[in-house]
């Protein structure tokens, strides 16, 4: 096998691999003598069927198997000799004329096809103990506890039928049929449906037009939709429900005892007040690990600068292009809408991408010399969490990652990359700063802009989702993910 590099431009490569003729034919002739034995052809004892029998009759065909198996493998083996990594799967062309693939599958020419790919940059890794991070934590006072759990009771009080009119916090059961331009709109209905006056739950001015309604009355309810309803078409349009109040109930009084405790499966008030606290304990902690992780991820990106694989970077762009475009859609806007144009937020978007890339490529250099692995049984809670996300699909979504290659990848990609941060938390400077519950969950735009490599202009509400996610993964090939070495995908990001 000869294999020669007719491209060798910036990270991008391109070989030719050739294969004489004489040693697929050496390659087919071992197999035909494996199967001599075994094939079974009329008029010829077992074993003693002719060489140039077998190839006439099954050359071609074990010819093309060939041929898919070094297509299949090869690349792997060449690039593993070359010492490189691809940042993809390695493209493959070979000839499409039919006349020379007949004779490469007749062993009358030889097998040629050229391999397209980027390689992964060679890292050099930096000393980061000098990367210092401020851990901004809460102190969570009784009060904060009890008005949590006040909430809780509150959503679990139960309601007694009353005589007469409804007041604000009586519990209203009703049937209703919303229409817009005299239209019945979908959604817009329901039967035997609870709301508790003065909850907000339903689009505003509804619950006030509800005060004073009794049980058996029927009303017509004329409301307008906000302009920023997230379903367009009805979005700052006026609507009117028919509705047919069954019951009025007033609330029982809220006590925060063992009583509300068992209610909710716990033994006591004093274990309720500990699950609550450790619930809040969790999400600001939630909050401080995003913030940690960012304030990482920024100084890792001031310390590294390489030029990225662009087919990562075009896979990574589009990931976070389609969900802005959903989120737009879903809010029914428009670039122009958000304060910007197209042309600015792909530019954006694309910074924000090469960003990702490059510190997933980071991380995952970071995790392999440090040996961080990912457990069988994290795969298995991984998993897990993905099935009681979706009750009722757990079969498709387990076939999903049987079937799917790279699939599990998806997975273990975000687990690495939690895991690389946490080694790095014990290498570089922490600072604990305690701060208000305020202090912690604001949202400091001109920051994430300038993590996020953006403008100091506003947030890009439609994009949401893709800057929060900035400071969360960081993305890297998906081949790079794990079994020992294996790395954040984007999900690295």
Do not use: C
Not at 146 to 153: D, G, M, P, S, T
Not at 268 to 280: P, Y
Not at 309 to 323: G, H, K, T
Request: proline letters at 3%.
């Amino acid at each position: 096998m000869q294999v020669i590099e007719t491209l060798a431009e910036g990270l991008k490569r391109e070989l030719k691999v050739v294969i004489p003729a004489k040693d697929m034919e050496a390659q087919m002739n071992e197999r035909l003598a494996e199967a001599k034995d075994r094939v079974r052809i009329n008029g010829f004892r077992p074993g003693k069927v002719p060489v140039a029998h077998l190839k006439k009759v099954y050359g071609k065909s074990i010819m093309a198997d060939l041929v898919n198996e070094i297509i299949r493998e090869r690349p792997t083996t060449i690039l593993s000799e070359r010492g490189e990594k691809s940042a993809t799967q390695p493209e493959v062309a070979m000839t499409e004329d039919q006349a020379e693939a007949e004779k490469i599958l007749a062993a009358q020419a030889d097998f040629e096809f050229t391999l397209s790919y980027e390689v992964i940059p060679a890292i050099a890794l930096k000393d980061v103990s000098g990367i210092k991070i401020t851990r901004e934590v809460v102190d969570i006072d009784d009060k904060e506890v009890e008005e949590q759990i006040l909430k809780i009771a509150e959503s679990a009080r139960s309601y007694e039928t009353k005589k007469g009119k409804a007041a604000t916090g009586d519990r209203v059961t009703m049937d209703y049929l919303g229409k817009v331009d005299g239209e019945a709109f979908d959604g817009g209905k329901d039967e035997d449906a609870e709301l508790v006056i003065g909850s907000n739950r339903f689009i505003p001015g509804f619950e006030d037009q509800l005060v004073g309604v009794k049980a058996g009355d029927e009303k017509v309810i004329t409301v307008t939709f906000p302009a920023d309803y997230p379903a367009a078409h009805l979005a700052g349009k006026e609507a009117t429900f028919d509705i047919k109040v069954k019951d009025v109930a007033a609330p029982a009084d809220v006590k925060i005892d063992d009583e509300l405790a068992s209610k909710l499966g716990l033994e006591s008030a004093d274990r309720l007040r500990e699950v609550v606290r450790g619930q809040i304990e969790s999400q600001y902690g939630s909050v401080t690990r995003q913030k940690v992780k960012r304030q990482i991820l920024d100084q890792l990106d001031e310390m590294y600068k390489f030029d990225t694989p662009q087919r990562l970077v075009d896979a990574e762009f589009e990931n976070i292009w389609r969900q802005v475009n959903t989120d737009l859609q879903q809010a029914g806007k428009t670039f122009a809408d958000e304060d910007t144009t197209e042309e600015e937020a792909r530019e954006e978007y694309r910074k924000l991408a090469e960003r990702r890339v490059r510190l997933g490529l980071v991380l995952s250099e970071i995790g392999e010399k440090a040996g961080v692995e990912v457990s069988d049984e994290e795969m298995q809670r991984s998993l897990f969490e993905q099935l009681r996300q979706f009750p009722g699909q757990e079969k498709e979504i387990l076939d999903y990652f049987r079937k799917t290659p790279g699939a599990s990848a998806s997975l273990r990609a975000p687990l690495f990359e939690e895991k690389v941060v946490d080694h790095l938390l014990t290498e570089v400077a922490v600072t604990d700063k305690t701060v208000s519950k305020e202090e912690l969950l604001a949202d400091d735009e001109a920051e994430d802009g300038k993590s996020e490599g953006k403008k100091a202009a506003p947030k890009k509400k439609a994009a949401a989702k893709a800057d929060a996610a900035e400071g969360e993964e960081a993305a890297a090939p998906k081949k790079k993910a794990p079994a020992k070495k294996k790395a954040a995908d984007d999900s690295a990001e």
